[in-house]
Antibody, heavy 113, light 107 residues
Framework: QVNLLQSGAALVKPGASVKLSCKAS????????IHWVKQSHGKSLEWIGY????????NYNEKFKSKATLTVDKSTNTAYMELSRLTSEDSATYYC??????WGQGTLVTVSS | DIQMTQTPSSMPASLGERVTISCRAS??????LNWYQQKPDGTIKPLIY???NLQSGVPSRFSGSGSGTDYSLTISSLEPEDFAMYYC?????????FGGGTKLELK
């Protein structure tokens, strides 16, 4: 059974960084690109970018290029997204998804002092 | 960026009713269109890919159609578990973009 298990909710201070994780199981990790999607409270979905777990090539939405950094660890089938210089605008739920087929449960990030 | 406009934004409906949600792209997207369902707990379930192909395990009451800039999701007979948010998404060109969502509510 395919599962994408995301890290737990995070409360972070403005200006800080946070690194979210997404651990894949039940399929061959390199078979799908890992995408990350942002959902602000009560809003729609925004695509942040993707990483090819095989080549580690990344493609970012221009809007998030200076905000998000995507990495993977093939040895643990885990994808990561680091968000930097956090502001209140970054408070949201972040989802990882394998090829838009399998989805994680989401990680709530709250930016507050 | 391609803008995706979903209508309606909310839709009251009854059990057993047939409903259709529309999605219009700001330019042609060559059928590269997905549909998703999101439940109140945040769980996202993919329903349809490439306009009209059902994801594995999705009931046959769901169907998708369209071409060019206009696409739609139809649920032939609403079940209780279908009351949720629905989103379309284009993946014709980067950045991939989503519609604003349609909330399907029990009338």
């Amino acid at each position: 059974q395919v599962n994408l298990l995301q890290s737990g909710a995070a409360l972070v201070k403005p200006g800080a960084s946070v690194k979210l994780s997404c651990k894949a199981s039940g399929y061959t990790f390199t078979d799908y690109y890992i995408h990350w999607v942002k959902q602000s409270h009560g809003k729609s979905l925004e695509w942040i970018g993707y990483i090819n777990p095989n080549s580690v090539y990344t493609n970012y939405n221009e809007k998030f290029k200076s905000k998000a950094t995507l990495t993977v660890d093939k040895s643990t089938n885990t994808a990561y997204m680091e968000l930097s210089r956090l502001t209140s605008e970054d408070s949201a739920t972040y989802y990882c998804t394998s090829g838009f087929v399998y989805w994680g449960q989401g990680t709530l990030v709250t930016v507050s002092s | 960026d391609i803008q995706m406009t979903q209508t309606p934004s909310s839709m009251p409906a009854s059990l057993g009713e047939r409903v259709t949600i529309s999605c219009r792209a700001s330019q042609g997207i060559s059928n590269f269109l997905n549909w998703y369902q999101q439940k109140p707990d945040g769980t996202i379930k993919p329903l349809i890919y490439y306009t009209s192909n059902l994801q594995s395990g999705v009931p046959s009451r769901f169907s998708g159609s369209g071409s060019g800039t206009d696409y739609s999701l139809t649920i032939s007979s609403l079940e209780p578990e279908d009351f949720a948010m629905y989103y379309c998404q284009q993946y014709d060109s980067s950045p991939w973009t989503f519609g604003g969502g349609t909330k399907l509510e029990l009338k």
